[in-house]
């Protein structure tokens, strides 16, 4: 843990009528209740959370919101990614209309990025498009899945197959939140720091590099690592909202991870940031195999990442993982393909991500033959 | 059956990047073919329906752009009200995602006002949004439900609860297909033609008082009025699509009608369009007793109504009816509702509807006792 104190940082996401803020605080919860009756007087608020979170941050929340008069009701879902189901997204949305929220009331979403994905996309649909707001409590939620706008659930075809853009209000990242997660949890989140600066910005690789074991004791320079990380991800949702174009660039490392999300039944055997470590790691061999990025890279990566607890092999998968061309079929569903091309996030070396749209799918399943 | 030839018209409404056609022809499915090539090049379709339909009209369509050339693959779902279900929901997903269906494909809603809310909701939420193409072939959906991108599906709290904003890129109205309609059925529908004259255009009211035999009988009146009914709907639309205001307009006569379906568990006692009739009368009736519209009209209204076949009262409901409270707290429940207060479409007479946010609903309730 950090001595020094650490600083609120406020990341402004200039979407137009749809432009909200993103708060970095280590009490960003219990500024909620003051926040959110400045921006939306009158509302009811409806929270959405899991078992997990409702004991470690709900009496937080619920707290701040009772101080600022503010009427709410629960809505509390089991853990887990196969929380992100039709099934539940009904139970979600039943306890929206059961509450009796209206359009102008306001859902929160406390919790991770299963949290914030579904009742995102039950916000979305419910009356056809009700407000909703971000309270991320894991890391992977603070830098990803709460910022941009992409909701949703998971198919038997495959991950956020089924889901709505659907932009929130305000996101309140607390970093209060990070120092109850579980280590394995954290590491995971950290994969899609590490993205940002593998996607477009060596500098930031090279900080977090440097940097690593500050943002892993806490303090300023995690708060400023999410913060740059969320920066870097507004930039592009501003850029390309819809994902019509470079937002794609997120999915760097999502292709191999989602394949390989699907191939370990969602479960904990592979979280998602897990899944996008190795992901990445595979981008980049498969880069450097095509002649496109510096091998060397690779290397640097994968030292990063192993030194935040990260897997970077299929190897380092526990358990056994079906045969290639099972991967190849999840690959081949997985919602990045266009007319049947598949389209990959390939990179020029740390920094220099691009969209490739025209990957020769058999190059892609020699390749996946070859890392096993 | 009419002995002239009958005219094509195209409406086109006019939303910037989301603007569309709406073509009103006798063989408008047989056009879909040519007409779905030139807009969607190198696309592949889906095609949901529903049994009927799918015995009645789904060879033509599938000769049509087999005729052009087109991938096609058929989602067929049960008939009636009940499947536009969190169940036929994630059926018609899983048809998309089953027959590898990709974002740049196309869903073509084939049927009534059932299959467009339903296709066209699933064509929002499979990979968060891809297009799609209504061929309405109830007189209810080419005039009503078809146009101007509401979907959605109906909850335990409430019909069309949950669904989304997703306009579609091509309206095809087939005017052959009524005629294989059964007369309730298009009675049904011609509820929502003559709301577009109630709601602002008393002389289109006057003119379907006018032409109804040549209305029912088919040819160049029912053209028009289709057409006309269209236009009208794409200006409210145009002006307010994501209704925050006037195209609440448009929900004359369905805060009572929704109750009313609600209460007959929307079931073949009452068809939405026969709701909606009852329920426009009553809104008359209502805004009569308010001294706010004369009650000749109200008499002119259900003289119309009856004429067309559609019941005007809750007495020519077959069955018994819940008390009142419970009529009321589907009103209550009912998504026209904003922080409590009961909003109500009222009117100052024929084509002179409003929009009324401070509905007293001490007065509905005992409104509605006296019309039992």
Request: glycine share 12%; net charge negative; proline share 5%.
């Amino acid at each position: 843990m950090s001595l020094q104190p650490t600083p609120s940082h406020t990341v402004h996401v200039p979407l137009g009528d749809r432009a909200y803020d993103i708060v970095i605080a280590p009490d960003a919860i219990d500024q909620a209740g003051t926040r959110l009756a400045g921006l939306f007087p009158g509302a009811r608020f409806g929270i959405v959370t899991d078992v997990n979170v409702a004991e470690a941050q709900l009496p937080r929340l619920v707290a701040s919101l009772d101080a600022a008069g503010l009427s709410h009701a629960e809505i509390i879902v089991p853990a887990g990614e196969s929380t992100k189901s039709w099934m539940h997204l009904q139970d979600v949305v039943d306890g929206i209309l059961g509450a009796r929220l209206e359009r102008n009331d306001i859902l929160i979403a406390l919790g991770g990025g299963v949290i914030g994905d579904l009742a995102g996309f039950a916000a979305s649909i419910v009356r056809r498009g009700m407000d909703f707001v971000q309270v991320p409590t894991s890391l992977l939620a603070q830098v990803d899945s709460s910022v941009g706008g992409k909701t949703g659930i998971n198919s038997v075809h495959g991950k956020n197959l089924v889901g709505a853009f659907h932009q929130p209000r305000l996101v309140l990242a607390d970093l209060s939140a990070l120092d109850t997660l579980p280590p394995r949890q954290f590491a995971a989140g950290y994969a899609e720091v590490v993205k940002y600066g593998l996607i477009g910005d060596q500098n930031f690789f090279f900080w977090l590099e440097a940097n690593a074991s500050e943002i892993g004791a806490g303090g300023p320079a995690r708060a400023e690592a999410i913060a740059r990380a969320c920066a870097a991800k507004a930039r592009v949702v501003v850029a390309d909202e819809k994902e019509t174009g470079e937002r794609a660039l997120l999915n760097l490392g999502h292709t191999f991870g989602h394949a390989l999300e699907k191939a370990t039944g969602y479960s904990d055997r592979l979280l998602h940031g897990e899944g996008v470590a190795i992901g990445m790691v595979l981008a980049h061999k498969f880069s450097a195999r095509l002649g496109l990025a510096p091998s060397q890279d690779t290397g640097r990566i994968e030292a990063h990442l192993k030194i935040a607890g990260l897997p970077t092999t299929l190897a380092d998968i526990p358990g056994e993982l079906p045969p290639t061309p099972v991967l190849m079929d999840a690959i081949a569903q997985d919602k990045k393909v266009s007319r049947g091309a598949l389209t990959f996030i390939l990179t020029r070396g740390i920094g220099g991500a691009f969209i490739e749209k025209n990957v020769d799918p058999t190059a892609v399943s020699g390749f996946l033959e070859d890392m096993r």
